[in-house]
């Protein structure tokens, strides 16, 4: 069986679990995507990243994984006490944009950017708007079963019924009293028995546009319904993984567990894994303080807090420099020391696949052991909760091995199998497993590289816009300065 080491940190449990698939070499792992209402954000990087390396190692390991990652269109409303516009129609009025033009949009937006990040796409997106059935047959299951009750065409998950014979608040460790205080509905003006309970079916009032007819009203789903129900849907009444960040962990994935077992199924998910969240300069972001930043700001510098326009691929190294379940903050200082630790590691990979391995005068062991223990580390770091620092620090061992060889030759050297197996763990873990792309040359340093990155970064958006004319044009002004090369790894440009 592949990868039966492997150990991942269960949010339910509160431990590190060794993994254990229900239908191996099958793996069924959902991820909460996006609610699509506008450009992709340093926010939306997080999850996708740290899922992504999720999503990667367990192919590289062999498991064969269905990934659902859903997008969600409607029902996310403004407030989580089920109060507000819905963010998508507010957007699209904002905008003067039909609700699903505007989806549509910021989709593509969201697929773009998390393509230059080099996320990889998910074996199924499913959107919440194109299941209203699996979810209305799924809310008449929870009704059936007496968790849920009607209150003018609306449909709500009754908590405090749905307490008397089961544990909720189990994942987040928060228990309904919290949420009292916190909600700040106003009394008498509610329609729910009690502030703890959640929507499963809104009513539509008259100028709300997103609506679908159902046995209850004219409406539209709660928010925490799609995920319960696009999961059963796709990956069965229980499966193997499921993630998201931690500020979904209460209510939505709270509810999302409580809805599964109130239609009448089973605790839906072995492994609820979440990644922490992230700061910019010590500070949460939000539009509120101006510190909001849109990848696409991210990648052009167009932002008054950035100092300059920073890579797709620094942005990823970056993040996978920390553990996901730690907190990351964004600086100007960490995202340039990022950029020239990556551009190190890069110039190590590059030289490492021109290399040619050479008979040795003789057999260094100290070196065929230090080549061969990179290999177990790697495994041992990854299968260790997916503990990325932990590859990155073995790289960075590794890169003296790799400047020695094309420095001093091969002359006190290794083996050729013993060469060959790290290359093609190294090559391994750095683009299969991290999925790092290669966006400079080894040649080139200081400015002229910025330029040059700067350029070829052009390029590569422009062929996920689709634009080839202008890609092409991007590329012959960079004819003119080097050769450029599009390998597997990423485009890789050398200096005349
Ligand atoms: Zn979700």
Same mark, same amino acid.
Request: no cysteine; charged share 20%.
């Given at each position: 069986m592949p990868g039966n080491k492997l150990n991942i940190y269960n949010t339910l449990t509160r431990k590190k679990e060794n993994f254990a698939p229900l239908h191996p070499p099958f793996v069924g792992m959902y991820v909460c995507g996006p609610t699509v209402y506008g450009d992709a954000h340093l926010g939306h990087a997080r999850p996708a990243i740290t899922f992504d390396i999720v999503y990667r190692y367990l192919l590289y390991l062999g498991y064969k994984v269905r990934y659902v990652r859903n997008i969600t269109d409607v029902g996310h409303l403004e407030n989580d006490a089920d109060e507000g516009e819905d963010k998508v129609e507010k957007k699209a009025r904002l905008e003067k944009l039909e609700p699903m033009e505007l989806v549509h949009k910021y989709a593509e937006s969201y697929h773009r950017n998390m393509a230059m990040l080099n996320v990889k796409s998910p074996s199924i997106e499913p959107f919440a708007s194109g299941h209203i059935i699996e979810q209305i047959e799924m809310i008449k299951k929870i009704l059936e079963h007496g968790y849920a009750y009607l209150s003018n065409g609306s449909v709500y998950f009754d908590i405090d019924k749905y307490k008397k014979s089961h544990t909720y608040g &189990?994942? !987040?460790?928060?228990?309904t009293e919290d949420v009292l205080t916190q909600t700040r509905e106003l009394e008498g003006q509610s329609e729910k028995k009690s502030p703890n309970d959640f929507a499963l079916w809104k009513k539509a009032s008259p100028e709300h546009i997103m609506r679908w007819p159902s046995p209850w009203s004219d409406g539209f789903p709660g928010w925490h319904i799609e995920c319960s129900a696009m999961s059963r849907r796709y990956l069965g009444e229980v499966f193997d993984i499921h993630g998201g960040g931690?500020?979904? +962990?209460?209510?939505h994935h709270e509810c999302e567990i409580a809805q599964s077992v109130g !239609?009448?199924?089973? %605790?839906?998910?072995r492994y609820w894994m979440h990644n922490n969240m992230l700061t910019i300069n010590g500070q949460k972001m939000g539009k509120s303080l101006n510190n909001f930043i849109t990848l696409d700001a991210l990648f052009t510098g167009a @932002?008054? +807090?950035? %100092?300059k326009a920073y890579s797709p691929m620094t942005i990823r190294f970056y993040m996978l &420099?920390? @553990?996901?379940r730690n907190p990351i903050d964004f600086s100007n200082s960490a995202l340039q020391d990022a950029e020239k630790a990556l551009a190190k590691l890069s110039s190590a990979f590059l030289l490492l696949q021109e290399l040619k391995w050479e008979k040795p005068d003789g057999i260094v062991n100290e070196i065929e052991m230090k080549l061969e223990n990179f290999g177990k580390e790697c495994q041992a770091a990854m299968d260790d909760d997916f503990n990325t620092p932990r590859v990155i620090a073995a790289m960075f061992n590794v890169i003296g091995v790799v400047n020695d060889f094309k420095n001093k030759g091969f002359k006190q050297g290794v083996g050729q199998e013993a060469f060959e197996n790290f290359r093609k763990t190294f090559t391994g873990y750095y !683009? %299969?497993? +991290?999925g790092l792309k290669t966006e400079i040359s080894a040649g080139a340093g200081g400015q002229f590289n910025e330029l040059i990155t700067a350029i070829v970064q052009a390029r590569e958006k422009a062929k996920l816009e689709k634009d080839f004319k202008l890609a092409d044009a991007v590329r012959n002004v960079l004819l003119q300065f080097g050769e450029l090369k599009d390998t597997p790894q990423g485009p890789v440009f050398k200096q005349k």
């Open positions: &189990q994942l !987040s460790g928060r228990n931690m500020d979904l +962990l209460f209510p !239609s009448g199924g089973k %605790e839906p998910v @932002h008054p +807090l950035l %100092e &420099q920390g @553990h996901y !683009s %299969e497993v +991290l």
